[in-house]
T-cell receptor, first 118, second 114 residues
Framework: GAVVSQHPSWVICKSGTSVKIECRSL??????MFWYRQFPKQSLMLMAT?????????EQGVEKDKFLINHASLTLSTLTVTSAHPEDSSFYIC??????????????FGNGTRLTVT | AQSVTQLDSQVPVFEEAPVELRCNYS??????LFWYVQYPNQGLQLLLK??????LVKGINGFEAEFNKSQTSFHLRKPSVHISDTAEYFC????????????FGKGTKLSVKP
């Protein structure tokens, strides 16, 4: 089956530093990837949609200069949390769409990245 | 606009008992509905989905769900749960007219007790 690899699975960083999270589709090409954020005991909230070779589309309220998304190839998207603060501590999950049909193409999720900012 | 409501934030149940996790959706267009399971500190695993056809959908791990258009519901059921079913369950609707991202409910924590 289709596999999405997310790395790292957990990271601890100091306030003010930047952290990069990678999302790779291992056995399929993903023209579209989604980045979600999940606070403790809450649902997943879409942060942004990234398409290969173009700028990401951010959801309302998500700072694009703080959460930098790059989708340089059909198998890799990265999320960089810049100048991280403790309130950025969360669980970040990526999802990759296999195929171009927005309705029928399945979404495959990574295992998430637990970010803790001290 | 589409939205998903999961009425129960927590559902405790004893092992081998049946369980139903409720999900209601609102949408003015045709919907594609999903149930995902999330184990602690892990991503999401697809349990089942409804795209079209039969309203009774069977998924993995013995789960099934029934799409009820008149009641705008997509409840998840399992006739006999196991300890290993303890997890968070999310109902989701696929957002149409966009890139196909999912809108999730707030989740239901299923706790199976021995």
């Amino acid at each position: 089956g289709a596999v999405v690899s997310q790395h790292p699975s957990w990271v601890i960083c100091k306030s003010g530093t930047s952290v990069k999270i990678e999302c790779r589709s291992l056995d399929f090409q993903a023209t579209t990837m989604f980045w979600y954020r999940q606070f403790p005991k809450q649902s997943l909230m879409l942060m942004a949609t990234s398409n290969e070779g173009s700028k990401a589309t951010y959801e309302q309220g998500v700072e694009k200069d703080k959460f930098l998304i790059n989708h340089a190839s059909l198998t890799l998207s990265t999320l960089t949390v810049t100048s991280a603060h403790p309130e950025d501590s969360s669980f970040y999950i990526c999802s990759a769409r296999a195929g171009t049909d927005s309705y029928n193409s399945p979404l495959h999720f990574g295992n998430g990245t637990r970010l803790t900012v001290t | 606009a589409q939205s998903v409501t999961q009425l129960d934030s927590q559902v405790p149940v004893f092992e081998e008992a049946p369980v139903e996790l409720r999900c209601n959706y609102s949408s003015s267009v045709s919907v594609y509905l999903f149930w995902y399971v999330q184990y602690p500190n892990q991503g999401l695993q697809l349990l089942l989905k409804y795209l079209s056809g039969s309203t009774l959908v069977k998924g993995i791990n013995g789960f099934e769900a029934e799409f009820n258009k008149s009641q705008t519901s997509f409840h998840l059921r399992k006739p006999s749960v196991h300890i290993s079913d303890t997890a968070e369950y999310f109902c989701a609707v696929r957002k149409g007219g966009s890139q196909g991202n999912l809108i999730f409910g707030k989740g239901t924590k299923l706790s199976v007790k021995p």
